[in-house]
């Protein structure tokens, strides 16, 4: 049985050759038939540096939140469990299905939706936006268009806090998903807003995988 992973980076190839760079997610989630099991990468658990990050933050309730890319739900879930306002979108129609099969019952606000045109009025309006690997799975100038529309949801004063793997620069470049490297996740700060937290770690896999966890504040 071929590895997931490979078979994956095959569809994706397959849709980026057909013009359609985005258009796998679909048929990547369509093709786990509801089974979450079939997401190989879902951890099927919150983000444990994000809930570490926002318990220390009593702050976030009653706050306006959106998880970019939000896959099956787990970080969405844990942000409105503190309190939190959460609108979680997926461009995946049945990745979105998966969630509300998962939190039949949830107040997160699950919404089909494209990074790359979302609703006017999302610009500007929220007080947490939380990245999670979305734009390592981007290639070329997709990850600087994708880096400027997760900026672009920031209100002013507001936190965006991103999650992803990392690599040295020059590094990996065969690599899919594609890591950031710090130039990259610096783009966040060229977008204005400036870098109140940056951890560079390695997870607990064997062998580990570097990873960033970094917070940005766009200025009041």
Known sequence: MENPKNST??????????????GWFEEFYSRADGDIHKVYWADLKPNPLLLDWIEKHPELLGKRAITIGCG???????????????????????????CRHRYPDSAVDYRVADLFNYPAEWQLGFDLVYECNTIQILEGQSRIQALKAISDLVAPGGKIIVSCRSRKKGEQLDSFPLPLDRNEIDGFRRTGCSEVYFQAYDDDQDPPVPHYFAVYQRPV
């Not at 980076?9 to 760079?21: C, F, H, I, N, V």
């Open 72 to 98: 099956l739900g787990d970080d969405a879930e844990i942000l409105m469990q503190h309190g939190c306002r959460v609108i979680a979108f997926d461009i995946s129609p049945s990745a979105i299905a998966m």
């Open 9 to 22: 980076q095959r569809l994706a190839k397959m849709y980026a050759d057909s013009g359609d760079p985005n």
